[in-house]
């Protein structure tokens, strides 16, 4: 059977992408829609910054492993292993921009390529084309195999000229392959591996001093935003009839966030934003985690925290005050004894929690077990939870310095004869008595991971640790440029829920999800805008993804 050689792969890439650049430099390329529509600008808002940011650069961007494991799956029906793993995370997402194809890369993505186009043209192919039933690929079969999957594959009706392309080598494939199934699985490789798929543009049309998106670049953006994966037929009909307005976009997306898809892709919002990815290590190796007491409570933990996102931001339509103050726990029978209580339940139940815990996403048995040590279950980590509401809550870019000897900083001290038993504050604060530049660095963020000293490493609240009380109190913390003091968590939450830094901070980590973007207009004007106060986080998306500002580039 003829096979695809890695050499042509290669070359009709390096070719593709060649005449993608070649758009991305003329301004008066083939996205021209008409639209002329000039995006509203945040300058009359008394609230939003004085420096109005310039809209982002025209660009491509490369699948993420993710949503090029959900796009084949959509696609063909087919599920790619999980050995892609890929992702640009500068944004603190794992959908930024700045992914390279490099040549390992592409020899994975042409295996993965292969298997799946080989396992489609097995299977689900004669159910989507009935004209190859049977291992037959006439000539007027393969037409519509290229034209119609061609459209979901490239998410726009072909151009003429790819059209063409792809008929001809249909045509050519035909001649050579053994039979019609072989033929078509050469002609789904090429659509797998075409940059059509494995990029998206975000390129436009100029319309004045700016470029505008088309509508199905429009419609790219929106699905993949929501859902991580290529457009749904509706989103797609929409796009090709040019009625994709700011209402429509709204309807979209309520529509796409109520899915399946959508559901799963709110729930990475939340886990990559509060740093809680190891959750799905969790889940799938829960022998790496010492601490857990069963190998199921790691992916109890996951639900635990996909249930209370999806019940409070989705169906209550829950704001970023709710967020960090609800006072309902989604537990079952694994996770309910961590919070004191009782269920019988396999799946997450509703239950009041306790009087001594804090409420909120940051007192989540889930997030707090993340954010503390894998094996000890009586070792929390003050350093990771109060990075946590430094880097995440007020977006101050706190990181650690590399290279840090935990060891070395105890010998450097001396250690204490019953340094084992210690509680993990204790520990700390031993440490970091080595001069005025350590003691400044970790009191910026170091206080407000000990407010959650009482929550161990599955997140149960504890008053001792061995025989030593444990201390969540903290005397000297500086809130927006307050010295403030606070007994634990329970006394901070509610304000940092009613903060107004933390909540734009929110907003700009929204905007930046959605736009891919560190920075640009819509980060911004997320963070500054007036009207976005308040609103329901889903409000506050529908808002995002409908602003003009979103689908407006700068023109170089």
């Not at 959750?279 to 190998?295: H, N, Q």
């Not at 989604?330 to 996770?335: H, S």
Request: glycine share 8%; aromatic share 6%.
């Amino acid at each position: 059977m003829l096979r695809p050689t890695k050499w042509w792969i290669v070359l009709t890439l390096a070719g593709s992408l060649a005449g993608c650049q070649g758009v991305i430099a003329d301004p008066s390329g083939s996205y021209d829609d008409g639209d002329r529509t000039r995006r509203p600008r945040p300058d009359d808002d008394p609230e939003a910054p004085d420096a109005v940011a310039r809209p982002d650069v025209r660009r491509v961007r490369l699948l993420t492993a993710r949503e090029y494991r959900n796009t084949v799956r959509d696609l063909l029906g087919v599920e790619v292993p999980d050995r892609l793993q890929y992702g640009d995370g500068s944004t603190g997402f794992d959908n930024a921009e700045g992914t390279q194809l490099d040549e390992n890369l592409l020899n994975i993505l042409l295996v993965t390529a292969e298997e799946a186009a080989q396992a489609y043209a097995r299977g689900r192919l004669a159910a989507d084309f009935p004209c190859a039933a049977g291992g037959s690929l006439d000539a007027s079969c393969a037409e519509t195999l290229v034209t119609e999957l061609g459209r979901r594959a490239h998410r726009r009706p072909l151009d003429e000229e790819s059209r063409s392309q792809l008929v001809a080598f249909a045509r050519h494939v035909r001649s050579e392959a053994e039979n019609g199934a072989a033929a078509a699985e050469l002609i789904v490789t090429r659509l797998l591996m075409s940059p059509r798929f494995l990029y998206r543009t975000e390129v436009g049309a100029r319309a004045g001093d700016v470029a505008v998106l088309d509508p199905f670049e429009r419609a790219s953006l929106l699905s993949y935003a929501l859902t991580a994966t290529m457009p749904d037929e509706r989103l797609l009909a929409d796009a090709e009839a040019g009625r994709l307005d700011a209402e429509t976009t709204r309807d979209h997306v309520r529509r796409l966030l109520d899915s399946d898809a959508g559901r799963a892709q709110l729930f990475e919002l939340f886990k990559q934003w509060l740093r809680a990815g190891e959750l799905d290590r969790m889940a799938k190796a829960p022998g790496e985690f010492g601490k857990l007491t069963t190998p199921e409570l790691g992916a109890a933990l996951r639900r635990e925290l996909a249930t209370f996102v999806e019940r409070v931001v989705l169906e209550e339509e829950g704001t970023f005050e709710d967020l960090l103050t609800h006072r309902t726990a989604y537990v079952d029978r694994l996770t309910a004894p961590l919070y004191g209580l009782t269920s019988e339940s396999d799946t997450p139940e509703a239950q009041r929690i306790p009087a001594e815990r804090p409420g909120g996403v940051l007192s989540l048995a889930s997030v707090l077990s993340v954010h503390a040590s894998r094996v000890d279950v009586g070792r929390e980590n003050p350093i990771m939870r109060g990075l946590l509401v430094r880097n995440q809550l007020f977006c101050d870019p706190i990181v650690l310095p590399s290279g840090i000897d935990l060891q070395q900083a105890v010998d450097a001290v001396g250690e204490p004869a019953d340094w084992e038993r210690l509680p993990t504050r204790d520990r700390l604060e031993h440490v970091m008595q080595q001069g005025e530049s350590c003691q400044g660095c970790h009191a910026t963020f170091m206080p407000f991971g000990y407010l959650w000293t009482h929550f161990d490493g599955l997140g149960q609240y504890r008053t001792h640790f061995n025989d030593y009380e444990v201390d969540s109190s903290v005397d000297a913390v500086v809130v927006d440029g307050q010295v403030r003091a606070y007994a634990d968590a329970t006394e901070f939450l509610p304000e940092l829920a009613e903060n107004a830094r933390a909540a734009a901070c929110f907003r700009q980590q929204l905007a930046r999800f959605v736009s891919g973007a560190v920075d640009g207009e819509l980060v911004q004007f997320a963070a500054g805008a007036r009207s976005f106060r308040d609103l329901p986080i889903v409000e506050l998306l529908e808002a995002l993804l409908s602003n003009e500002t979103l689908y407006t580039r700068e023109v170089e």
